[in-house]
T-cell receptor, first 115, second 112 residues
Framework: AQSVTQPDIHITVSEGASLELRCNYS??????LFWYVQSPGQGLQLLLK??????LVQGIKGFEAEFKRSQSSFNLRKPSVHWSDAAEYFC?????????????FGTGTRLLVSP | DADVTQTPRNRITKTGKRIMLECSQT?????MYWYRQDPGLGLRLIYY???????NKGEISDGYSVSRQAQAKFSLSLESAIPNQTALYFC???????????FGQGTRLTVV
């Protein structure tokens, strides 16, 4: 069965510092990978997704993620964090060519940004 | 206006009461979903629907029911609410496979 692990429950980063959020997955075939962000009081917003092609994916708000098949990882990065990036981040994995009903979400990483 | 609208945004109800959470979307998508979010557990799928006549159970459907009144409307009901159904509930909609899902802002439900 597919699974997603986000090993960090909370991360605190200083404003202007770089950020990396970890995501490891278990899946038998080529996965379809997402990162979503949930700002306080808001629904989930798609940051980026990967399903084929270049393994370095660019998303909105200056985020990027790199798919590493050998490490079963899809880590999210941002070179310089802004206070508005404080939110909860979810990684999700699913099989290609199916709907969202097959998607498995990680437990989330809460990002705190210090001044 | 939001693409996916959930009502109510917050609700407190008593154990044993019936409650309905409503979701409407303006994306024109056929696929709609109800998720539950609990701290430390991420999002778990309750029910999903591919069209008005196609409704399916998700991972945690026990204690819940749904109704797809129209392409744009998908309601979640708790027939007899219990305290462990206290959670944040999200509705989402998506188009064809390999496209993104759009989420509502969530309904925070507390069962006392």
């Amino acid at each position: 069965a597919q699974s997603v692990t986000q090993p960090d429950i909370h991360i605190t980063v200083s404003e202007g510092a770089s950020l990396e959020l970890r995501c490891n997955y278990s899946y038998g075939a080529t996965p379809y990978l997402f990162w979503y962000v949930q700002s306080p009081g808001q629904g989930l917003q798609l940051l980026l997704k990967y399903f084929s092609g270049d393994t370095l994916v660019q998303g909105i708000k200056g985020f990027e993620a790199e798919f590493k098949r050998s490490q079963s990882s899809f880590n999210l990065r941002k070179p310089s964090v802004h206070w508005s990036d404080a939110a909860e981040y979810f990684c999700a994995v699913g099989p290609m060519n199916t709907g969202f009903q097959k998607l498995v979400f990680g437990t989330g990483t809460r990002l705190l940004v210090s001044p | 206006d939001a693409d996916v609208t959930q009502t109510p945004r917050n609700r407190i109800t008593k154990t044993g009461k019936r409650i309905m959470l409503e979701c409407s979307q303006t994306k024109g998508h056929d696929r709609m979903y109800w998720y539950r979010q609990d701290p430390g557990l991420g999002l778990r799928l309750i029910y999903y629907s591919f069209d008005v006549k196609d409704i399916n159970k998700g991972e945690i459907s026990d204690g819940y029911s749904v109704s797809r009144q129209a392409q744009a409307k998908f309601s979640l009901s708790l027939e007899s609410a219990i305290p462990n159904q206290t959670a944040l509930y999200f509705c989402a909609t998506s188009g064809e496979p390999n496209t993104e899902a759009f989420f509502g802002q969530g309904t925070r439900l507390t069962v006392v």
